[in-house]
């Protein structure tokens, strides 16, 4: 199997599993009880936010635990609307995430405005609109670290030199930068930030949500004094685990791992664009996360490819996991300004730890002739490209 498609979910790492097996037998106990089972795994649980919250720069009381990444955005957006009722006013990206950019459509049925600033060719957020969208009524601005279908890294601390200007909170989704650039609260500059276990090795139903300290934040589910009421119900110990082991592996080898998938990534590239003929490249030729590609090949649908490609086990996809069910061509490959026939034709390379040279290898032996196959039996016109 190849499996290039680290950005919809990464395998769990060794250690992480080693580390999830050890604890799950003998700490059962609830994190709340008082008694020493349960207070163990409370410490156990608090070291992982320690340690996570070192790798970001924050101090461990900063960091909430949440069940995914996407709760730790819909939490950020709404805990934060919500503790400024005066403001009834949000700014995010065209190209965000779904957990960012349905919060959004949420926000707009409760009567709130929202502006979706738009992005260039290349995927970059337009600051002078994102300016000029501010007004006193503005309580917070959420753009993504980097974008999860084209890689494009945006211009955070531009954004938040901005904001702060105006007095306007930051929020920036990170999971897909977590692990593979570097991210760190205090040089961003943000007040929230939200990471997934699952894109770093770690176990899927976990995430974070880093709350600058002093930030006014309203709590996202409400019951118990878990997570210092700001996200009732007992914690996912098993889970939170997990995702505390492969921040520890991260921290160890992220450098290391960086260098090499993006060597590996940069002969992907250069091999597609060699091999196969009238292809595009999408997203920013530099400032991107260099492990993910995403390339138009003009004339093809790219689940004809995608689903090509799975019979010889080699696994890719054709933008994010979460609109890959429906019919929607990919907002983000609209946003950038492609034709909605070209989007149809994009499929992502996301590549991660565990890809060898022989997987490029085994993918720049089959796509070109999986694409020269499907373009003989499609009406494909190079000149219409
Ligand atoms: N934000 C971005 C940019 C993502 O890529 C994803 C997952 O694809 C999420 C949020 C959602 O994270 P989770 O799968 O943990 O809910």
Redesign the pocket.
Known sequence: MVYLDN??TTPLDPQVIKAMADFMPTHFGNPSSLYPIGRKVKEIINGGRELIASVLGAHRSEIVFTG???EA?NFAILGVMDALPDKREFITSAIE?P?VLRTGQYLEKKGYKVTYVPVDSQGVVDLDFLSDAITPQTALISV?HAN?EIGTIQPIEKIVEIAKKKGVLVHT?A??TFGKIEVNVDKLGVDLL?I?A??VYGPKGV?ALYIRKGTNIYPFVHGGHQERGLRAGTENTIGIVGFAEAVRVLKERWKKDKERVEKLALKLKEGIEAKIPQVKFNGHPENRVKSTLNFAFPGLEAEAILLALATKEIYVSTG???SEESEEVSHVLLGIGLKPEIARSCLRFSLGRFNSEEDIEIVLRELPEIIAKLRSISAFHPEEA
Do not use: E, Y
């Open positions: 950005n919809a995914s990444g996407t955005d995430h957990a993504m999860n989704d999971v897909q939200s997934s699952h894109k995430g994010s996991a979460c």
